[in-house]
């Protein structure tokens, strides 16, 4: 297996088709987190970068004093998902922005479609979610996926030597 660490911010809007769920549906172009530490303190920006864009789908269940379960999906290009659900119990709660709410997760990757095929792993989330229903996401993912080159090398000595 072959990990791969990525770092996206999704936006788009959060739904609530009930009083107890919220659905997040985001997206995130391709993009470079780039860290400044300096004199100042430290600084942090997504720079965009050529590519194709990540798709985020979701559903919270909201729980007792403000926890919640999640799942959900995020296809990174056609026809390669994951599928995650949450670990433990998420927050979600209010922020020193009377109009944001600041939410928190980790999420286990459960395998998924083309190239997570099989694929373990974490992410985490640090959201905020404003009261007219915007979503910021930032994730940093840590995803172990099967290695294809190694995974064909075997299969080619295995049909070699039956």
Known sequence: MTPIAYSLQFRGRAMSPRSDRLRFSLTAPSTALVTTVGPDGVRGAFEDVPGGEATFEGELALGEQ???????????????????????????GSSPDPHLRHGSVVRKVEGGDGQFAGAEGLITSNFFVSDTGEVTDNQFGLIFVRDQRRDEVAHQRKGANP
Do not use: A, C, M, Q
């Open 66 to 92: 403000s926890t919640f379960d999640d799942f959900g999906t995020i296809e990174f290009g056609r026809g390669n998902r994951l599928r995650f659900h949450s670990v433990g119990l998420g927050r979600l």
